[in-house]
T-cell receptor, first 115, second 114 residues
Framework: SQQGEEDPQALSIQEGENATMNCSYK?????LQWYRQNSGRGLVHLIL?????REKHSGRLRVTLDTSKKSSSLLITASRAADTASYFC???????????????FGPGTSLSVIP | SQTIHQWPATLVQPVGSPLSLECTVE??????LYWYRQAAGRGLQLLFY??????ISSEVPQNLSASRPQDRQFILSSKKLLLSDSGFYLC?????????????FGPGTRLTVL
């Protein structure tokens, strides 16, 4: 099974509402990242939160990390139609035996913001 | 500023034909480079990563290969495409220690194998 899994798989909200997406993972991590992907495009990095951080903000984005529950949430406040995209969490597991710390992407949450 | 390019943007190829996708990065040196594949509506599958010229690591044994002939050039190839090779191919780069930092993605190549 995957290291990171987003929940829900799909989310539809009205413009102006808040959108919350969750990510759960299985092993201890170095950091956790959130990315956004517009349809048919590459991924864009949104925010990185390290294992010793509990919350980070960037504009209308708020990310929390609970390492005891092995979970993270991404909150988008006052959503806009332009926020419609897929959102992925990506984890970097700790204690990798190779020199490369693999970034593992979850399957994503598809967010639709209805004008 | 750094930019990453991929081409072609879309490609339709017959089964059994060869493949060459190219990725180049500008504005940085000695980047870590990655090739991912994304099936429709799914997450990303890491195919290859490279921490330097000529240094390629494969994550998933398959019909594809990768090469890094220059510091900022990463090529994904196949000698004979399979139907299952269809998908959206993304190249990415990162600075610093491989995998721990933010990855910056190219616009992707949509490959359809018929």
């Amino acid at each position: 099974s995957q290291q990171g899994e987003e929940d829900p798989q799909a989310l539809s909200i009205q413009e102006g509402e808040n959108a919350t997406m969750n990510c759960s993972y299985k092993t201890s991590i170095n950091n956790l990242q959130w990315y956004r992907q517009n349809s048919g495009r590459g991924l864009v990095h949104l925010i990185l939160i390290r294992s010793n951080e509990r919350e980070k903000h960037s504009g209308r984005l708020r990310v929390t990390l609970d390492t005891s529950k092995k979970s993270s949430s991404l909150l988008i406040t006052a959503s806009r139609a332009a926020d419609t995209a897929s959102y992925f969490c990506a984890t970097v597991p700790l204690l990798m035996k190779t020199s490369y710390d693999k970034v593992i992407f979850g399957p994503g949450t598809s967010l639709s913001v209805i004008p | 500023s750094q930019t990453i390019h991929q081409w072609p943007a879309t490609l339709v190829q017959p089964v059994g034909s060869p493949l060459s996708l190219e990725c180049t990065v500008e504005g940085t040196s000695n980047p870590n480079l990655y090739w991912y594949r994304q099936a429709a509506g799914r997450g990303l599958q890491l195919l290859f990563y490279s921490v330097g010229i000529g240094q390629i690591s494969s994550e998933v044994p398959q019909n594809l290969s990768a090469s890094r002939p220059q510091d900022r050039q990463f090529i994904l190839s196949s000698k004979k495409l399979l139907l299952s090779d269809s998908g959206f191919y993304l190249c990415a780069w990162s600075p610093g220690r491989a995998g721990t930092d933010t990855q910056y993605f190219g616009p992707g190549t949509r490959l359809t194998v018929l």
